[in-house]
């Protein structure tokens, strides 16, 4: 099961209040603006400052 569309119409970067959008692998939230990633565990996006992890460069 994966996250709702209508949960990330409402979710935002906890940093930043910038809207986040799934990761390809559907296993995180990415804030582009913050680059940060928000881990998404059990179905429970963790929308924690503290335990987000910086965007990967590409």
């Keep these: 099961m994966s996250i709702s ?3 990330l119409d409402i979710l935002a970067c906890p940093k930043c209040k910038e809207s986040v959008k799934l990761t390809e692998q559907e296993d ?10 928000y881990e998404i565990r059990d179905d429970i996006p963790i929308m924690l ?3 987000a ?3 990967p460069v590409e």
Excluded: F, S, T, Y
């Design 28 to 37: 995180g939230l990415i804030c582009e603006n913050c680059r940060l990633v």
């Design 49 to 51: 400052i503290d335990e």
């Design 5 to 7: 569309q209508e949960l």
């Design 53 to 55: 992890k910086p965007l």
